[in-house]
């Protein structure tokens, strides 16, 4: 069983940074490809990026890329997510997941488990 906390959302102005952690716990961390979702109130639920077990290959959505980078420390159970250049299209609740395969997914679906999520307000 794996169980993941998201934390570092705020409000913040467009154009400024934040970074999200997820910490996780169980076994299986540093063998599971990773992922962070969001979804904006009245919509559904988004992908936006996804990083392999080891950390060397990652996915993003086109709307992020450039400006968003996900990592994974596996030492420390952690996963981040660094948001720079924040838009106010970029607020939702962002929700971190794990899915028991090494490889990266875009799909919700490939995921088994999920955090609580974390508010993220981006102000014009």
């Known amino acids: 069983q794996v169980q993941l906390v998201e934390s570092g959302g705020g409000l913040v102005q467009a154009g400024g940074s934040l970074r999200l952690s997820c910490a996780a716990s169980?076994?299986?961390?540093?063998?599971?490809?990773m992922g962070w979702f969001r979804q904006a109130p009245g919509k559904e639920r988004e992908f936006v990026a996804s990083i392999n077990w080891s950390g060397g290959t990652t996915l993003y959505v086109d709307s992020v890329k450039g400006r968003f980078t996900i990592s994974k420390d596996n030492a420390k159970n952690t996963m981040f997510l660094q948001m720079n250049s924040l838009k106010p299209e970029d607020t939702a609740v962002y929700y971190c997941?794990?899915?028991?395969?090494?490889?990266?997914?875009?799909?919700?679906?490939?995921?088994?488990?999920w955090g609580q999520g974390t508010q993220v307000t981006v102000s014009s």
């Open positions: 997941a794990a899915r028991a395969s090494y490889y990266t997914s875009s799909e919700p679906g490939a995921y088994s488990y």
């Open positions: 169980g076994p299986t961390f540093s063998s599971s490809a």
